[in-house]
């Protein structure tokens, strides 16, 4: 496609439940970001792709989220276990080494 | 470790005037610093980077920014502001010989008043 596609854009779920968020990234972008950005709030980093190199997972805020990108193009973040806090707007974005990162619309997860 | 400090949590302006919306890195080696803008419920649009070569650079909408590597900043500007100019504003940095990944700053809300 032509940008990031992510999926579903909206997402509500009870607490406790797991739930699995895709980022399809732009074709031939080796680097992949996840971010959560609460309500009007900035952008915490969460996880970094980078070709087939060992994923920077530093940003992970427990060990109940794990996300994984398959043949270097797909990626899913997963949350397990989901609390009221997880909720917030999810943004996948996906660059060049050297270039701009472009975003998704993002996935919007309510925990209820 | 890399970071952005965007010191301002939101900058007022009247219309036609110059704006300036500030921030600081840090980082481990060379920086790649970029500046990002998100419209309400709409996602965050590029609108200008810093890689190499010259200080200022220019980007959409007529903003510009100017890497100044003594005092570690990446500011933001636009001599004439607009009112459709109000929006939440980031700033990100990547480091070079960290790994390449980006981190964005706590964002500064651009409000333009007519």
């Known amino acids: 496609g032509a940008g990031v596609s992510q999926s579903p854009s909206n997402k509500v779920t009870e607490k406790g439940k797991d739930v699995e968020l895709r980022c399809d990234p732009i074709?031939?972008?080796?680097?992949l970001y996840w971010y959560r950005q609460s309500l009007g709030q900035g952008l915490e980093f969460l996880i970094y792709?980078?070709?087939?190199?060992?994923?920077?997972k530093s940003g992970l805020p427990s060990d109940r989220f794990s996300a994984e990108r398959t043949g270097g193009s797909v990626s899913t973040l997963t949350i397990q276990r989901t609390q009221q806090e997880d909720s917030a707007v999810y943004l996948c974005?996906?660059?060049?080494?050297?270039?701009?990162?472009?975003f998704g619309q993002g996935t919007r997860l309510t925990v209820v | 470790a890399q970071s952005v400090a965007q010191p301002e949590d939101q900058v007022n302006v009247a219309e036609g005037n110059p704006l300036t919306v500030k921030c600081t890195y840090s980082?481990?080696?060379?920086?790649?610093l970029f500046w990002y803008v998100q419209y309400p419920n709409r996602g965050l649009q590029f609108l200008l980077k810093?890689?190499?070569?010259?200080?200022l650079v220019k980007g959409s909408y007529g903003f510009e920014a100017e890497f100044n590597k003594s005092q570690t900043s990446f500011h933001l500007k636009k001599p004439s502001a607009l009112v459709s100019d109000s929006a939440l504003y980031f700033c990100?940095?990547?480091?070079?010989?960290?790994?390449?990944?980006?981190?964005f700053g706590a964002g500064t809300r651009l409000f333009v008043k007519a």
């Open positions: 810093y890689i190499t070569g010259d200080n």
């Open positions: 792709f980078q070709g087939n190199s060992a994923p920077d």
């Open positions: 074709s031939g972008h080796t680097a």
């Open positions: 974005a996906s660059s060049l080494q050297v270039a701009e990162a472009f």
């Open positions: 980082v481990s080696g060379n920086p790649y």
């Open positions: 990100a940095v990547r480091d070079v010989t960290g790994g390449f990944k980006t981190i």
